[in-house]
């Protein structure tokens, strides 16, 4: 492992114990945009210790959590999401994971995603990524039709935003896909996609705390990562979000009906 791949690792890995030791436990929460949007004391907690121990590691830092902002002013730019999946954390749903990401000059160069309840290590960086330390591979369905999709589309806010297109365009993928599933964790379900234990992510809303960590991962085992715009804006690093679209390397996205279906309102960023 790289020197920041080691880092991130640590970093994902520091706030293990006291997320176990909260899980199950019905912690208190507070809102943040929304009443879908939890937060609790641990999300806080997690993301001071985090941030603590990168910039003891790696002093010339700046450092971007989502829950308390940006702080330093370091060349080695870090995306943290101390628990990605706060809603599953909160009512005792084992899917959550903590997200760490390492940037240099502009490029994601290391990252590391870690689920504290099933001890799962995602790890990657510009020698490949890792599950626990071994090589992973993304690779499983060849046709969207045998695939299965994680999306957390739409959200409560995209459905009021949208209307009731948005509905008719989950129906649709739906229908095409094999399976669909919601288990809400974006970075979470990307190490997932890298690790070919799923076959495509995809999310509109979310930030860069949880894809570029996930985004490394997926194409350093042979994944697809690409980004989802909204049409007419300018293009930025994809894992910048807002939107986002990951595949098994084995699953080509010529003529994709994830594509097709917001291919109105969506521009990709490659
Ligand atoms: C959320 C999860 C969810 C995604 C949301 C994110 P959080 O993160 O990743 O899957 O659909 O957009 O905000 O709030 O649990 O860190
Ligand atoms: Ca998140
Ligand atoms: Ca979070």
């Avoid at 003891?56 to 002013?73: C, K």
């Avoid at 943290?80 to 940037?103: E, K, M, R």
Wanted: charged share 20%.
């Amino acid at each position: 492992m790289t020197d920041l791949t080691l880092v991130a690792a640590d970093a994902a890995t520091c706030v293990a114990d006291q997320l176990r030791a909260a899980f199950r436990s019905r912690p208190d929460m507070e809102f943040k945009r929304d009443r879908h949007d939890p937060v609790t004391v641990h999300d806080r907690a997690a993301e001071a210790k985090i941030r603590e121990l990168i910039l003891a590691a790696v002093p010339d830092s700046r450092i971007v959590g989502e829950e308390g902002g940006a702080i330093g002013e370091g060349s080695v730019h870090w995306y943290v999401d101390p628990i990605d999946g706060t809603a599953n954390f909160v009512a005792g749903l084992a899917f959550f994971c903590t997200s760490v990401a390492a940037v240099v000059d502009g490029e994601v160069v290391a990252g590391a995603i870690y689920d504290p309840v099933r001890d799962d290590l995602f790890t990657a960086g510009p020698d490949g990524a890792y599950h626990n330390g071994s090589p992973m591979r993304s690779a499983g369905a060849t046709a969207e039709t045998e695939a299965l999709l994680i999306t957390s589309y739409p959200s409560p806010r995209e459905l009021r935003a949208e209307g009731e297109p948005a509905l008719g365009r989950l129906g649709r993928l739906l229908t095409e896909y094999r399976t669909l599933r919601r288990p809400g964790s974006a970075a979470l379900s990307l190490a997932h996609v890298a690790a070919g234990w799923a076959d495509v992510a995809l999310g509109l809303s979310v930030n860069a705390w949880d894809l570029a960590a996930g985004a490394l991962l997926v194409r350093q085992a042979g994944g697809r990562f690409l980004g989802l715009r909204p049409a007419g804006t300018p293009a930025t690093a994809n894992w910048l979000g807002p939107g986002y679209l990951a595949t098994v390397g084995t699953l080509a996205v010529d003529g994709s009906v994830v594509l097709d279906t917001f291919a109105a309102s969506h521009e990709v960023t490659p």
